[in-house]
């Protein structure tokens, strides 16, 4: 256990869904800093991210939320940089020096920009029936992925030469994109540079999607 998490605190609360690339961005955070971890699954499909108990913790109604022993917190980036700020375990996930803070932020706005218009949003339309426009999504993943993959031939990570949250934050809708449709097979550097990842000893993988990655 995370030498900064006291042995009299309990477990930090995830409030998620198993299949979702923003709560396993929290997920596998919390398990590289090694920190103890309960899950609540929400039926969402049923409404659980309405309800009013849930609307106290994530006023948005949106996954993952956080409780660290009355800490609350919603936002799957913002609730990394806490993780890591309060429990940092002498990795370098938010680098200091300027250029590499830089570099930081700039895949936390891809993040938030063309992950989660591309990426996300294909298999947002394949996994869970959503209603975009998939072609689009489509253009902009491979936009995306075309400008990674000659990144991570330059790299073995996305900012330097070992694992930050930069990676932690693009991970999980890279390694799941088959779901949506789009292989990776064309992207030799992008999918070693997904091993490396996952080669992390305290790497957990996301819940893989029930449908065929062809659906």
């Known amino acids: 256990m995370n030498p900064l998490f006291s042995s009299d605190k309990k477990p930090v609360t995830l409030y998620?869904?198993?299949?979702?690339?923003?709560?396993h961005r929290v997920q596998l955070m919390l398990a590289l800093?090694?920190?103890?971890?309960?899950?609540?699954?929400?039926?969402?499909?049923?409404?659980?991210?309405?309800?009013?108990?849930?609307?106290?913790?994530?006023?948005?109604?949106?996954?993952?939320a956080i409780d660290?022993?009355?800490?609350?917190?919603?936002?799957?980036?913002?609730?990394?940089?806490?993780?890591?700020?309060?429990?940092?375990?002498?990795?370098?996930?938010?680098?200091?020096?300027?250029?590499?803070?830089a570099e930081v932020q700039r895949w936390l706005s891809i993040a938030a920009g063309e992950l989660a218009y591309g990426p996300c949003a294909v298999r947002l339309v394949k996994v869970f029936g959503v209603d975009l426009d998939y072609e689009n999504a489509k253009a902009i993943t491979e936009q995306?992925?075309?400008?990674?993959?000659?990144?991570?031939?330059?790299?073995?990570?996305?900012?330097?030469?070992?694992i930050s949250f930069a990676d932690v934050a693009v991970y999980s809708y890279v390694a799941h994109v088959p779901e949506g449709g789009v292989s990776l097979e064309p992207y030799t550097a992008i999918r070693s540079w997904l091993k490396r990842v996952e080669a992390h000893p305290r790497f957990v993988p996301m819940t893989k999607s029930p449908l065929p990655e062809s659906a």
């Open 16 to 23: 998620r869904n198993s299949i979702s690339g923003h709560c």
């Open 68 to 101: 660290d022993n009355g800490v609350i917190l919603a936002d799957s980036n913002a609730i990394c940089v806490y993780l890591i700020k309060t429990y940092g375990d002498g990795y370098h996930w938010l680098p200091e020096t300027p250029l590499e803070a």
């Open 144 to 162: 995306l992925f075309s400008m990674m993959e000659l990144h991570l031939e330059q790299k073995p990570y996305l900012v330097s030469n070992a």
């Open 33 to 64: 800093l090694d920190i103890p971890v309960q899950f609540i699954d929400l039926d969402m499909a049923n409404g659980a991210h309405k309800a009013a108990t849930f609307l106290a913790l994530s006023p948005l109604g949106k996954v993952p």
